[in-house]
């Protein structure tokens, strides 16, 4: 069930050149990636929207353009929050289609409830992931003033605006920033599988936690993850 006052974006403005060819339209089990990532948002969130300006890729959700061009990621969070009245707003890449929607919807539904939340996202295996995050409105004008200073990195503004709004709050940062810890360890996913609604994924899904938070940067990376459709919830 969608949650009320969460906006969803797909971040789909990249230029794929690992890939060699467009991403977001690659077909998995027979429907591109860019539908994988809208249906598993629609899931969770009020609306979504695709942040990218190409025509092609309306026929999946409404589309959002960056305010300001060849800007990376920044300019797609910067005009998603710019553009959404929501209190909370989710970003997934387009090349994600393997964290299961039950994983994702248990994780938003905690961070929302926590009152001085206003930045969450994971780190994977020591490598932070800013680009698949959920940001509080809050956060926008920490964004807006990143990209008018020139600065594109996402994990830097996203860190130090969740430390900024701690302070603000008199809260330690932990209760503001929220950067999870993720391993693909058994044990780590033991420890996880224990809460919520991760007690409802199937053997399959759980068997392809390798690929959960794995991004599909690479024609070797795509063919992996053709071994795994049945891990599929989409």
Not at 21 to 50: N, T, Y
Not at 203 to 232: C, I
Request: charged fraction near 25%; proline fraction near 6%.
């Amino acid at each position: 069930m969608a949650l009320r006052d969460v906006g969803g974006y797909v971040l789909a403005g990249g230029k794929s050149s690992r890939m060699g060819r467009d991403k977001a339209l690659l077909e998995l089990a027979g429907k591109p990636l860019v539908f994988h990532a809208v249906s598993k948002l629609q899931r969770i969130c009020e609306d979504v929207h695709i942040l990218s300006s190409r025509p092609e890729l309306e026929a999946f959700a409404p589309l959002l353009p960056d305010l300001h061009g060849e800007c990376g990621p920044m300019g797609g969070i910067e005009a998603a929050l710019e553009h959404s009245r929501h209190e909370w707003n989710l970003f997934m890449p387009v090349d994600m289609p393997f964290l299961p929607a039950a994983f994702l919807e248990d994780w938003v539904r905690e961070v929302v409830e926590r009152r001085n939340m206003r930045v969450a996202m994971f780190t994977v295996d020591g490598v932070p992931q800013p680009l698949f995050c959920l940001l509080h409105e809050d956060v926008a004008p920490f964004v807006r003033e990143a990209m008018g200073r020139g600065q594109y990195k996402v994990f830097p503004v996203l860190e130090a605006a969740g430390h900024e709004l701690a302070m603000r709050q008199g809260v330690a940062p932990g209760n503001a920033f929220l950067n999870r810890p993720w391993e693909k360890s058994a044990e780590s996913f033991a420890e996880a599988g224990e809460k919520g609604a991760l007690l409802s994924l199937t053997e399959v899904q759980r068997g392809a936690r390798h690929l959960w938070f794995a991004n599909l940067n690479t024609p070797k990376e795509f063919a992996e993850a053709e071994r795994h459709l049945d891990a599929l919830d989409t």
